[in-house]
């Protein structure tokens, strides 16, 4: 199973100081590490890079707010008319 991980830590870094050498516990590391994330970015904001796809629906004009910031770069923006 393939599941999108984003951590502050990475899970090499972490078994390194918590001295693990097997694989047995990747799993919960990995969960303890997502939810220390997520409680550090909520006082802090985005530390972690992600990709963020958003979709706009409402509006008429040309002025585009995006919901999560920073942004580093945007890939492309569609525009369909209605």
């Known amino acids: ?5 984003a951590s502050i830590l990475s899970l090499a870094e972490a078994k390194g100081h ?3 050498t097997g694989s047995g516990d990747d799993d919960e590391l990995r969960n303890f590490l997502q939810a220390v994330t997520e409680v550090v970015e ?3 904001g985005p ?5 963020v796809t958003q979709r706009v629906t409402e509006g008429t004009s040309w002025q585009l707010v ?4 920073p942004v580093l ?3 492309s923006v569609t525009w369909q008319r209605r």
């Open 42 to 44: 909520s006082k802090v």
């Open 18 to 20: 918590l001295t693990i």
């Open 47 to 51: 530390c972690v890079r992600r990709t």
């Open 73 to 75: 770069s945007v890939t």
């Open 66 to 69: 995006l919901n999560q910031a």
């Open 1 to 5: 199973n393939v599941r999108d991980f």
